[in-house]
């Protein structure tokens, strides 16, 4: 450990004892969320495995401090808090950059507690150790740790105010941490530089923290997922590489142990015109309309025709140009990325066997709730067996592509609980020709 001393303070030349450590202790986090927590995984992790690595290592994380023997422990959060802050006093991050919030949070808690040593940790080191977080400050106005790609893991401050310290640093970059110690130097700060750790970011990073810390139950998930890697594909790379086979004339072919086909292929349905079943959903749907998984475009073409804004979405560079090329915009992206229009779409489609894509339909639903407008539809498809609610490991094949990949079957009357649970009303149902459909409103 180093100290580094320029200038000085009043506060920084008190004698204090080798106990001088912090005292309250935050860790500033976000509600893991597929798409939305640790998305540079992605290239190795599906947005939802990401999501649950995340999660991971923030209750890896929150146990260190739980178990710690502090005077305060403060979860700032970013999203619905649900269990997550047993233990902690919750406070919402408010909103703004990085830096305003971590001004914003730590004069919160310094505010009626000067001289209190305050300790700032993030949800990225599930191998932080209550030793290290009771390490001596030993009289330092700020104790920093950098991290092995330029960043800081964590920062403690003993005094406010605390804007000034954060305000107009560069955030994730790497020269953050370089740049943050600059300004504590500037400021006059006596500091103390805390063991460098390394952050999980990427997926060299996820497997060298599981691999140097297997006890972690981050570490732990990590093993399961990459044996499970061999009966499962979770990456969105397999999808894409394998409808774009498809789409491009191979044969696709769905396999499962019990001989259920999830998906219910029916190729030829994807490059012909809508038909009079898929024109009864057109005339439901509000606009603009936003189609996930479009393919090459029948249900965009038809609402286009039909005088209603839509965009399709759909993986696959294949699908997407075939879309645009009959005139039904589209754009390639993956469900989990930041969408255009979100939260203003007046109805998003789930057509074909699209509700069950990956294999979590709640998951999916909460992201089509993200997506549609207060008052708009979520139009699905459903499975023919009206109570069918399963997931099944599906192998796919598409000429030289293949890939395991998990899919559910969802029927309407499954789907309806489900709708019940996320306070989505069940707006109208209806069949026609062997296919069942459901439009869900939100409130």
Avoid at 78 to 96: A, C, I, L, R, T
Avoid at 99 to 114: K, Q
Avoid at 363 to 391: F, H, K, N
Avoid at 418 to 423: F, V
Wanted: glycine fraction near 12%.
């Amino acid at each position: 450990m180093t100290t580094v001393t320029v200038g000085s303070r009043s506060t920084g030349q008190r004698t204090r004892m080798i106990t001088d450590r912090a005292e309250t202790i935050i860790v500033l986090a976000k509600e893991p969320l597929p798409g939305r927590a640790k998305t540079r995984l992605h290239s190795a992790f599906s947005p939802g495995q990401a999501s649950a690595l995340a999660a991971a290592a923030l209750e890896d994380t929150l146990g260190v401090v739980r178990a710690m023997s502090v005077r305060r422990r403060i979860l700032a959060w970013e999203g619905n808090p649900g269990d997550w802050g047993h233990g902690f006093e919750v406070v919402d991050q408010g909103p703004g950059s990085l830096a305003d919030r971590l001004g914003r949070v730590f004069d919160h808690a310094l505010t009626g507690a000067p001289e209190t040593p305050t300790l700032l940790i993030a949800m990225d080191t599930p191998q932080v150790t209550r030793e290290l977080l009771s390490t001596s400050w030993d009289g330092a106005d700020a104790v920093i740790g950098l991290t092995e790609d330029g960043g800081y893991w964590g920062i403690g401050l003993r005094h406010g105010p605390a804007a000034g310290v954060f305000d107009s640093i560069p955030m994730s970059t790497d020269r953050t941490g370089a740049a943050q110690v600059a300004r504590l130097l500037d400021l006059g700060y006596r500091i103390k530089l805390l063991p460098p750790l390394r952050d999980v970011d990427t997926p060299d990073d996820a497997a060298r923290i599981a691999d140097d810390h297997p006890l972690l139950g981050f570490s732990r998930l990590h093993r399961q997922l990459i044996a499970d890697r061999g009966t499962v594909a979770g990456s969105a790379e397999d999808l894409r590489r394998i409808f774009d086979h498809a789409y491009h004339g191979r044969s696709l072919e769905a396999h499962t142990g019990d001989g259920v086909d999830p998906l219910r292929i029916a190729a030829d349905l994807w490059h012909r015109p809508a038909d009079g079943v898929d024109l009864l959903v057109v005339a439901r749907c509000q606009p603009p309309v936003l189609d996930l998984g479009c393919g090459p475009g029948r249900m965009v073409a038809a609402l286009t025709e039909s005088g209603r804004s839509a965009l399709g979405i759909d993986l696959s560079a294949a699908a997407v140009g075939a879309s645009n090329r009959r005139g039904a915009p589209a754009l390639r992206r993956d469900l989990s990325d930041p969408l255009p229009g979100e939260g203003r779409w007046g109805t998003v489609l789930l057509m074909d066997s699209n509700l069950g894509l990956g294999g979590d339909p709640d998951r999916l639903l909460r992201r089509c709730m993200a997506l549609v407008a207060s008052g708009g539809l979520i139009i699905c498809e459903t499975d023919p067996d009206p109570y069918a609610d399963e997931t099944h490991r599906v192998l796919l094949r598409a000429g030289a592509a293949s890939g395991r990949v998990r899919w559910a079957r969802i029927g309407i009357e499954a789907l309806a609980a489900r709708a019940q649970r996320h306070n989505l009303v069940v707006a109208e149902r209806w069949s026609a020709d062997g296919r069942t459909f459901a439009a869900l409103r939100t409130l």
